[in-house]
């Protein structure tokens, strides 16, 4: 059914596979729950965020950032473009967050924090809020983008293709 050649690589496209289903199912987290918890919040909701953000980013940068790297060794390897579609996911989603929504997340920790937790001023909060809501409906694009590439690869590995 397939070559020896080809089962060499397994290893390569499982892990390839698995970072992103860890970062589409971060992403899913934060996009259905986390996120909406945040804006049920306010203002607490802004400062968690605010909280957040910067290791959220960093471990979710990684995940995408190595799951990129895997995909493209799996593809080279394996001479297989199929491999190349996460690669393509992946870039989209660096662009998406590098070009919409790191620019909100700066934004957001400018915000002013409030001397009192309990009193923000109403526009900071009116502001931080609608920033929240724009990051959210960017987030879910990230979510879907992400799952939909991992469903196909989980597909592709299940064919044995």
């Known amino acids: 059914m397939s070559s020896h050649h080809h089962h060499h690589h397994v290893g390569l496209q499982v892990a390839a596979t698995s970072l992103l289903g860890i970062f589409s199912g971060a992403a899913l987290y934060i996009s259905a729950i986390e996120h909406p918890g945040r804006l049920a919040n306010l203002p607490q909701g802004i400062r968690l965020f605010k909280a957040t953000i910067i290791p959220a980013s960093k471990m979710q940068g990684g995940l995408a950032a190595t799951a990129v790297l895997l995909s493209t ?89």
């Open 73 to 161: 060794a799996a593809g080279v390897l394996t001479e297989d473009p199929e491999w190349f579609i996460p690669v393509g996911a992946g870039t989209a989603i660096w662009a998406l967050t590098l070009g919409w929504i790191l620019p909100i997340n700066h934004k957001m920790l400018a915000l002013p924090e409030p001397a009192d937790p309990g009193v923000a001023a109403s526009g900071d909060v009116e502001q931080g809020k609608t920033l929240l809501q724009t990051w959210g409906r960017l987030h879910w694009a990230r979510s879907v983008v992400s799952t939909t590439a991992f469903v196909y690869m989980i597909h592709k590995l299940v064919k044995g293709h």
